[in-house]
């Protein structure tokens, strides 16, 4: 309300805090905000609200977890709170506890469902969004207890057949358990299924049990009762889970009788727990003959909101004409197969860079995620996440996705280009405004030219929130030219040619003046490498500045600019074989690295190989990467534990490796390991394909050997573009008017 600028509030707030021995707040704000630029939004208010819901559990976890450490927890709280564990985290002054060292998970799901249940690195399932979890575990007559978060022999794989899985095999002893996940559709919506065999020497039983926490900590579970069938779990008065036959034993307890695990050996039954603090546990205990395997099923019903859409409801049927992968490192195929199943499952109508906690919308994942679903064939799923970009936006221009992000204007026109250019179709008839208008607003976003190191550029912002304080960081302004010159081709190709014409000259004054304060920085710096913003020395944060290689293609691929940038990142920011970022995540980035690895890429530069493998080697046996990933527990520590936009880079990688566009000329196997192609004894080709290209749709097949022959059959859109094979350690090669295969030979 306008009034509210009048009401002297600054004046209460600071009496109201002196007065109670506090410091004064705004004053501490301001002395924070000189350690960034001035800018008009301070930090996103989405991001403040995402905040405080995380820390607000983490402040409840410090009041429950570390008082109560005899309870059964998660895996990351067994290891994160084990002193004798090198995931340990002392706690000392810290407020909130939350999970900074195993941040590690896996979604189970059907394409196009909203719900993605959640699977931990030891089987534990939480079925709904941030709910409660279901564990499992065996104990014997004799009294061993097989506890898979405690567990030293437990293996984990993702299963792909006609759906997606997580399998789980623990072991102890004479215990062993195997606990499967995964989402089936039925008559009425979808159920998530949890297929349990348990085997114990001597006899023993099976526990099912109910865990009021998750992957990050507490969640609040008030009341559990078995119904009187014997079969059903009612939780909050509510049909939640389904067992396949009547328990055994059952028993419950609330937070003051402590943990379920903790009377696994009492004799009498207890059906119902209800507990004011919500931390009401429950376990449902099957019975287990020796030398006989029980097999259980569990069943949760979910409220999986399927989109109506005219895609296939199945995964066969989503995966039936994707670009395919088949290459002789049983490694790279796994982590290729998973990434696609990754994206589709993450894709149910708009696209969310993760299952759990970034199950939101961002512009800038979304033009990744998107890019990977065009090119591993998945068009029409690309195209209807375009169609929720429009009605994001804002009345001038903005594409809105969170505050004071000036990113996603450019990001947004980009990957509308890139659509059609990769389908060679028109834009829809309803995005022609949107993207005029987002183009208009780049120009008129940018600050007065004059003086100053960021004339002329964007305004400080939030940017990505990985680069550092609010400055005027490159990455904006990069991706605002970039969305520019998108903007035009669009424009040119919608027979607007005025529009096309002004947004070419805008986007040619916006280079200038970046290319200009670029050059005064490289004197400042004494090198070329692109630092964050004007106002930086060289620091993990210039990462950001990669995307003028990839995936802009802004400078050439020999531009010392990029290539100084990548052996300073590689020199001074890289922790086991990954780019380890110190703003913020404090962690190794598979999807960052993998930018490097585009950049290197595009130079012909081998070690984009070696970078390829160590993000292959920082995967978690489920083929998933989290956001950042402790350098020490190899868990994850920041973000979300299923990235989908790493998986999104994974996809690209690897399709670059085979087909890539240069300017108007097409690469073909350019980032392949040598030995792959080497390989005399192979028994089948390499292939990759169709691959969408700006060109057309190709298929490429590789012949190992000797000198090894490389093949592709396409349909162009147009005529056929120059091609050219660059193979690592083989001479290149063009190939001839109506050629369509090339022999390589070592060079």
């Given at each position: 309300?306008?009034?509210?600028?009048?009401?002297?509030w600054?004046?209460?707030?600071?009496?109201?805090?002196?007065?109670?021995?506090?410091?004064?707040?705004?004053?501490?704000?301001?002395?924070?905000?000189?350690?960034?630029?001035?800018?008009?939004?301070?930090?996103?208010?989405?991001?403040?609200?995402?905040?405080?819901?995380?820390?607000?559990r983490?402040?409840?976890?410090?009041?429950?977890?570390q008082?109560?450490?005899?309870?059964?927890?998660?895996?990351?709280?067994?290891?994160?709170?084990?002193?004798?564990?090198k995931?340990?985290?002392?706690?000392?002054?810290s407020?909130?506890?939350?999970?900074?060292?195993?941040?590690?998970?896996?979604?189970?799901?059907?394409?196009?469902?909203?719900?993605?249940?959640?699977v931990?690195?030891?089987?534990?399932?939480?079925?709904?969004y941030?709910?409660?979890?279901i564990?499992?575990?065996?104990?014997?007559?004799?009294?061993?207890?097989l506890?898979?978060?405690?567990?030293?022999?437990?293996k984990?794989?993702?299963?792909?057949?006609?759906n997606?899985?997580?399998?789980?095999?623990s072991?102890?002893?004479?215990?062993?358990?195997?606990?499967?996940?995964?989402?089936?559709?039925?008559?009425?919506?979808s159920?998530?299924?949890?297929?349990?065999?348990?085997?114990c020497?001597?006899g023993?039983?099976?526990?099912?049990a109910?865990?009021?926490?998750?992957a990050?900590?507490?969640?609040?579970?008030?009341q559990?009762?078995?119904?009187?069938?014997?079969?059903?779990?009612?939780i909050?008065?509510?049909l939640?889970?389904?067992?396949d036959?009547?328990?055994?034993?059952?028993?419950?307890?609330?937070?003051?009788g402590?943990d379920i695990f903790?009377?696994?050996d009492?004799?009498?039954?207890?059906?119902?727990?209800?507990?004011?603090?919500?931390?009401?546990?429950?376990a449902?205990?099957?019975?287990?003959e020796s030398g006989a395997?029980l097999?259980?099923?569990v069943?949760?019903?979910?409220?999986?909101g399927r989109?109506?859409?005219?895609l296939?409801?199945d995964?066969p049927?989503?995966?039936?004409?994707?670009?395919?992968?088949?290459?002789?490192?049983?490694?790279?195929?796994?982590l290729y197969?998973a990434a696609?199943?990754t994206?589709?499952?993450?894709?149910p109508?708009?696209?969310?860079?993760?299952?759990?906690?970034?199950k939101?919308?961002?512009f800038r994942d979304a033009a990744?995620?998107?890019?990977?679903?065009?090119?591993?064939g998945?068009?029409?799923?690309?195209?209807?996440?375009?169609?929720?970009?429009?009605?994001?936006?804002?009345?001038?221009?903005?594409?809105?996705?969170?505050?004071g992000e000036?990113?996603?204007?450019?990001?947004?026109l980009?990957?509308?280009?890139?659509?059609?250019?990769?389908?060679?179709?028109?834009?829809?008839?309803?995005?022609?405004?949107?993207?005029?208008?987002?183009?208009?607003?780049?120009?008129?976003?940018?600050?007065p030219k004059g003086r100053?190191?960021?004339?002329?550029l964007?305004?400080?912002?939030?940017?990505?929130?990985?680069?550092?304080?609010?400055?005027?960081?490159?990455w904006?302004?990069?991706?605002?030219?970039?969305?520019?010159r998108?903007?035009?081709?669009?424009?040119?190709?919608?027979?607007?040619?005025k529009?096309?014409?002004t947004?070419?000259?805008q986007?040619?004054?916006?280079?200038?003046?970046?290319?200009?304060?670029l050059?005064?920085?490289?004197a400042?710096l004494?090198?070329?490498?692109?630092?964050?913003?004007?106002?930086?020395?060289?620091?993990a944060?210039?990462?950001g500045?990669?995307?003028?290689?990839?995936?802009?293609?802004?400078?050439?691929?020999?531009?010392?600019?990029?290539t100084?940038?990548?052996?300073?990142l590689?020199?001074?920011c890289f922790?086991?074989?990954?780019?380890?970022?110190d703003?913020?995540?404090?962690?190794?980035?598979a999807?960052?690295?993998?930018?490097?690895?585009?950049?290197?890429?595009?130079?012909?530069?081998?070690?984009?190989?070696?970078?390829?493998r160590?993000?292959?080697?920082?995967?978690?046996?489920?083929?998933?990467?989290p956001e950042?990933i402790?350098p020490?527990?190899?868990?994850?520590?920041?973000?979300?534990?299923?990235?989908?936009?790493?998986?999104?880079?994974?996809?690209?990688?690897?399709?670059?490796?085979?087909?890539?566009?240069?300017?108007?000329?097409?690469?073909?196997?350019?980032g392949?390991?040598?030995?792959?192609?080497?390989?005399?004894?192979?028994?089948?080709?390499?292939?990759?394909?169709?691959a969408?290209?700006?060109?057309?749709?190709?298929?490429?097949?590789?012949?190992p050997?000797?000198?090894?022959?490389?093949?592709?059959n396409?349909?162009?859109?147009?005529?056929?573009?120059?091609?050219?094979?660059?193979?690592?350690?083989?001479?290149?090669?063009t190939?001839?008017?109506?050629?369509?295969s090339?022999?390589?030979?070592?060079?």
């Open positions: 309300m306008p009034w509210m600028k009048w009401l002297p600054r004046f209460f707030v600071r009496k109201f805090a002196t007065a109670h021995g506090f410091l004064d707040p705004l004053a501490v704000m301001a002395r924070l905000q000189r350690f960034a630029e001035p800018s008009e939004v301070a930090e996103p208010i989405e991001l403040l609200r995402a905040g405080v819901i995380f820390h607000a983490a402040l409840m976890n410090s009041k429950v977890i008082h109560n450490l005899d309870w059964v927890w998660p895996y990351w709280i067994e290891r994160q709170f084990d002193p004798r564990d995931s340990f985290i002392p706690r000392a002054f407020i909130t506890h939350c999970n900074l060292s195993h941040r590690n998970w896996t979604a189970v799901g059907l394409p196009d469902c909203e719900e993605m249940p959640i931990d690195p030891r089987g534990l399932l939480m079925p709904h941030d709910g409660w979890s564990d499992t575990w065996i104990l014997s007559d004799s009294g061993e207890i506890l898979p978060s405690k567990a030293k022999d437990c984990q794989r993702l299963l792909m057949n006609d997606i899985a997580v399998r789980t095999d072991s102890a002893g004479g215990l062993h358990l195997q606990n499967t996940a995964s989402v089936e559709r039925d008559s009425a919506d159920h998530c299924l949890l297929e349990l065999q348990g085997e020497e001597g023993g039983w099976l526990v099912v109910l865990r009021p926490c998750n990050e900590g507490v969640s609040f579970v008030h559990v009762r078995l119904h009187d069938s014997r079969q059903h779990w009612l909050e008065d509510r939640a889970v389904d067992f036959r009547p328990v055994d034993r059952h028993l419950a307890s609330d937070y003051r402590g903790l009377h696994l009492d004799q009498g039954g207890h059906i119902h727990a209800e507990c004011d603090v919500g931390m009401a546990t429950a449902a205990l099957f019975r287990i395997p097999n259980i099923e069943k949760i019903p979910l409220h999986s989109h109506k859409s005219q296939p409801p995964w049927e989503n995966l039936s004409q994707h670009c395919a992968l088949s290459v002789p490192d049983p490694q790279f195929q796994f197969d696609v199943r994206l589709v499952l993450h894709s109508k708009d696209v969310y860079p993760g299952p759990y906690t970034y939101r919308f961002w990744f995620m998107i890019q990977s679903l065009l090119y591993a998945l068009l029409e799923r690309a195209e209807r996440a375009l169609d929720q970009f429009a009605p994001r936006q804002k009345r001038d221009g903005f594409f809105h996705s969170q505050d000036w990113d996603s204007n450019g990001e947004a980009w990957i509308y280009d890139l659509y059609c250019q990769l389908t060679n179709r028109p834009i829809k008839p309803h995005w022609q405004d949107p993207i005029v208008r987002g183009a208009r607003w780049i120009d008129g976003k940018r600050q100053g190191r960021c004339a002329g964007l305004p400080a912002g939030f940017s990505a929130e990985h680069l550092g304080p609010n400055d005027c960081y490159y904006d302004d990069f991706w605002g030219v970039a969305g520019q998108a903007a035009a081709r669009i424009c040119h190709r919608e027979s607007l040619d529009e096309s014409d947004l070419i000259a986007a040619e004054d916006f280079q200038q003046t970046i290319d200009s304060s050059a005064d920085c490289a400042r004494e090198r070329e490498a692109m630092p964050a913003s004007p106002n930086r020395r060289l620091d944060g210039a990462i500045s990669i995307c003028a290689g990839y995936p802009l293609q802004l400078y050439a691929p020999d531009d010392p600019r990029l100084d940038l990548c052996d300073f590689i020199e001074n922790v086991h074989g990954g780019f380890f970022q703003m913020i995540h404090s962690g190794i980035n999807y960052l690295t993998l930018h490097i690895a585009q950049v290197l890429l595009r130079a012909g530069d081998a070690r984009c190989v070696e970078l390829m160590s993000v292959a080697d920082l995967a978690s046996p489920t083929g998933q990467w950042a402790h020490h527990s190899l868990g994850g520590c920041m973000g979300d534990g299923q990235h989908a936009w790493a998986a999104a880079e994974w996809v690209a990688m690897q399709r670059n490796c085979f087909v890539r566009e240069e300017g108007d000329t097409l690469v073909l196997a350019g392949l390991p040598p030995e792959w192609l080497a390989d005399s004894g192979a028994d089948k080709p390499i292939r990759f394909g169709p969408p290209t700006r060109f057309g749709s190709v298929s490429v097949e590789i012949t050997g000797d000198k090894p022959r490389v093949a592709w396409a349909k162009w859109h147009r005529q056929a573009p120059p091609i050219e094979v660059r193979a690592l350690g083989y001479a290149p090669a190939a001839g008017p109506g050629s369509n090339v022999e390589l030979s070592p060079q």
